[in-house]
């Protein structure tokens, strides 16, 4: 199938852009007609930027001044539409057979109204829980409430947040999620199936050979890769380092790669953690091969795949159990799953058995080496070929 695929983020450091990165290059491995309509400075005197190399087309257009920040590293444009002739000339002359969206973005709206234009089939996958991100980011508003309405105004804006992210995906025909549970939640709020669209990791970059630490390095090293924000719940971190202190542990400290608005916070009261900011390729693997336990408290994340390439530099993470890393992790095995109260608990325990520690590591390689990228799509596309299916069994084909 010809896929037409706009993604919310591509450049940025993220879920959707990570895995949006690594779709391309499966249509470029593959030989797939592909074209990738994304948000970019990549072009020329501010100008769009079409590209084809192979069967990969791309078409790069930046966004403007009316842009405003929705997080560190990601924007929302409301002048975007003015690329619109741009992006509809694009399109028609690549032919799709399906437009695929990954969210309410200025690029999933206008590749929903163009696949409404041109009665094209549309996929849309959900990567972001919008609901409960908005819902943990209101604590500005919640605190300026008195505390008997701050849960249920909380509750309130998190369901009213959901049922407008559910309306927007009821247009797709079918949906994608990176766990079961967000499956079952879009498949009951949309009416729509869902499949899963999970995520692979690259084995060959991250990996324990990538360790380089001092052999006299003797701390026991507590690793956390990600946004530092509210909704990953990095206060936890904190947390963890004194009670451990109070249990006369010492010998650890942390290792904080990634940034965010609680970065000022966490290097107050975290004074003995290594703050990396962002990291890429390389020098990213070696800073979770010289990891030796995984400490990723989110509630909110809907895969996590941090977690994965953790496991796969021979890793294992504790995690909690909401959100998408439960399903990655083997409890026991690979890590731990555990609420918040207990994440310290769990951490001395590896603390004071290492051998235990030690088979985690070898078992969280091992099964980190069964995933794969091709896999995650190779199901993609299968899910695709079912809308095809329908339609010629309908009679409805795209023009």
């Not at 520690?357 to 990228?373: F, I, P, Q, V, Y």
Request: with cysteine; hydrophobic share 40%; charged share 20%.
């Amino acid at each position: 199938m010809r896929v037409a695929y706009f993604p919310d983020s591509f450049h940025e450091i993220n879920g959707v852009a990570h895995t949006s990165r690594h779709f391309e290059a499966y249509a470029r491995r593959h030989n797939l007609p592909f074209l990738c309509v994304r948000a970019g400075d990549r072009s020329k005197n501010g100008q769009p930027r079409f590209v084809t190399e192979g069967s990969v087309s791309t078409l790069e257009l930046p966004r403007g001044f009316l842009s405003f920040a929705l997080d560190k590293d990601l924007s929302f444009d409301p002048g975007f539409f003015r690329h619109f002739p741009a992006i509809v000339s694009a399109v028609k002359d690549f032919r799709p057979d399906i437009i695929h969206i990954t969210g309410p973005s200025e690029l999933g709206m206008i590749g929903a109204m163009l696949a409404n234009h041109l009665y094209l089939p549309t996929a849309a996958s959900w990567h972001t829980n919008v609901h409960e991100y908005l819902a943990k980011r209101s604590h500005w508003l919640l605190g300026h409430v008195p505390q008997r309405h701050s849960a249920w105004l909380a509750q309130k804006i998190e369901d009213t947040t959901l049922a407008a992210a559910a309306r927007f995906y009821q247009t797709a025909r079918i949906l994608f999620a990176p766990n079961c549970d967000l499956c079952k939640l879009l498949d009951h709020a949309t009416g729509k199936p869902c499949y899963l669209m999970q995520r692979g990791v690259d084995t060959h970059l991250f990996s324990p050979a990538r360790r380089d630490r001092d052999a006299n390095d003797k701390d026991f090293v507590l690793g956390f890769v990600g946004r530092l924000s509210i909704e990953k719940n990095v206060a936890l971190l904190v947390q963890i380092q004194q009670q451990l202190e109070a249990q006369g542990i010492h010998n650890f400290r942390f290792l904080i790669v990634g940034q965010g608005i609680e970065e000022p916070w966490l290097r107050q009261h975290l004074p003995r953690a290594e703050f990396t900011g962002v990291l890429r390729g390389e020098s990213l693997a070696r800073a979770y091969a010289n990891m030796d336990l995984f400490v990723f408290p989110s509630h909110t994340d809907t895969f996590g795949n941090v977690v994965l390439e953790a496991l796969a530099s021979a890793v294992p993470a504790i995690v909690t159990p909401d959100g998408g890393p439960k399903y990655i992790i083997q409890h026991g095995i690979t890590g731990l799953i555990t609420e918040d109260a207990d994440f310290t608990s769990a951490i001395a325990g590896l603390f004071t058995d290492p051998q235990l520690h030690k088979k985690m590591r070898t078992n969280a390689r091992e099964d980190a080496l069964t995933t794969s990228w091709d896999a995650v799509f190779d199901g993609v596309y299968e899910a695709y070929s079912s809308i095809s299916g329908n339609l010629l069994k309908s009679g409805n084909k795209p023009k």
